[in-house]
C-alpha cells in the first residue's frame, strides 16, 4: 500500500492569506474599486479593537479563531461611499461622518460578506465547517483600546495592513489556535458556486408555469345568498 503525500501542509500563514483575498475580493467587487495588502505581515502578541471603526467576528467548528478589522476614518468612509454609490444611492443621500449608524451597518454587512467568503472558502479547500457569529461594530475614540477575550489554547495573532484606492489605510487581524492542515490523499478542490449559474439551472430545472387555475364552482354558501336575492 502506498503512502499518503504528507508533504502538503496548510498553516496560520495560509489560513491568513486565504483571509485578505477574500478581504480584497470581496470589497473590490463591492466598491468596484482596487484593494491591496501589503506582502509583509506582522506577528503580534493579542488582537485589538481600535480606533476609528473596529469590527470583529468570532468564528468556530474544524478551528476557532477571531477576526477584526480596525478601520481609519477616511477608509472607512471611502469603502461606504464607493459602495453606495455603486449600489445607486446619490451622493447627496449620503451620511458624512464615520460615526453616522449606517456607516457602521455597512461596514457590518461588508463584514459579514468577507467572513463568509472566507468560510466558503474554507470549506471547499481544507474540507472542513467553521461557523461565524454576526459581526459587532464600534467607533471608537483615540483613547479607547478594547481586547477581545477568545478561548483559544495556543493563540497565534497576526496583522495585515490594507490599502484602499485612495491609499487610506485599515488593518485586518487574526487570531486562531495554532494549528496545521496536512494533506491526506490528493483531491481537487471545488471551484466556487457561481450565483448566477445556479439561478439558472434552477430556472431551467423548474417546472412550466401552471394555467390560471378554472373558476371554481359555486359554493353552498354562494347558492343561499342567491336563493335570498343578495
Same mark, same amino acid.
Given at each position: /500500500?502506498?503512502?499518503?503525500? @504528507? =508533504? ?12 485578505? @483575498? ?10 468596484? =474599486? ?35 478589522? @480596525?478601520?481609519?476614518?477616511? $477608509? ?7 459602495? /453606495? ?9 449620503? $451620511?458624512?461622518?464615520? %460615526? ?10 461588508? /463584514? ?10 474554507? *470549506? ?22 478594547? =481586547?477581545?477575550?477568545?478561548? &483559544? ?7 495585515? %495592513? #490594507?490599502?484602499?484606492?485612495? @491609499? ?6 487574526? !487570531?486562531?489556535?495554532?494549528?496545521? #492542515?496536512?494533506? &491526506? ?6 471551484? $466556487? ?10 430556472? !431551467?430545472?423548474?417546472? *412550466?408555469? %401552471?394555467?390560471?387555475? !378554472?373558476?371554481? $364552482? ?13
Amino acid at each position: /500500500m502506498s503512502k499518503p503525500d @504528507n =508533504s502538503v501542509v496548510f498553516g496560520t500563514e495560509d489560513i491568513l492569506l486565504s483571509l485578505c @483575498n477574500s478581504v480584497t475580493r470581496v470589497l473590490s467587487v463591492a466598491t468596484q =474599486s482596487q484593494l491591496r495588502f501589503s506582502g509583509m505581515v506582522q506577528r503580534i502578541s493579542k488582537t485589538c479593537l481600535k480606533p476609528d471603526i473596529g469590527c470583529f467576528v468570532l468564528f468556530d467548528g474544524g478551528f476557532s479563531g477571531l477576526v477584526v478589522i @480596525n478601520f481609519s476614518a477616511p $477608509a472607512a468612509m471611502e469603502l461606504y461611499e464607493t459602495y /453606495m454609490l455603486t449600489m445607486g444611492m446619490a451622493k447627496e443621500e449620503l $451620511a458624512t461622518s464615520h %460615526t453616522a449608524d449606517e456607516v457602521s451597518n455597512v461596514m457590518g454587512e461588508l /463584514m459579514n460578506q468577507i467572513v463568509g467568503d472566507f468560510t466558503g472558502k474554507v *470549506a471547499r479547500e481544507l474540507q472542513t465547517h467553521i461557523t461565524q457569529n454576526q459581526p459587532k461594530m464600534l467607533v471608537l475614540n483615540k483613547q479607547v483600546m478594547l =481586547s477581545v477575550d477568545t478561548n &483559544l489554547d495556543a493563540p497565534e495573532s497576526r496583522r495585515v %495592513t #490594507f490599502y484602499t484606492a485612495r @491609499n487610506n489605510i485599515f488593518y485586518l487581524e487574526l !487570531a486562531i489556535d495554532r494549528t496545521e #492542515f496536512i494533506k &491526506l490523499v490528493d483531491f481537487k478542490a471545488p471551484d $466556487a458556486p457561481d450565483p448566477d449559474a445556479l439561478i439558472d439551472a434552477a430556472c !431551467a430545472g423548474a417546472p *412550466a408555469s %401552471t394555467p390560471a387555475a !378554472a373558476v371554481s $364552482a359555486p359554493s353552498d354558501h354562494s347558492d343561499l345568498l342567491d336563493s335570498l336575492g343578495m
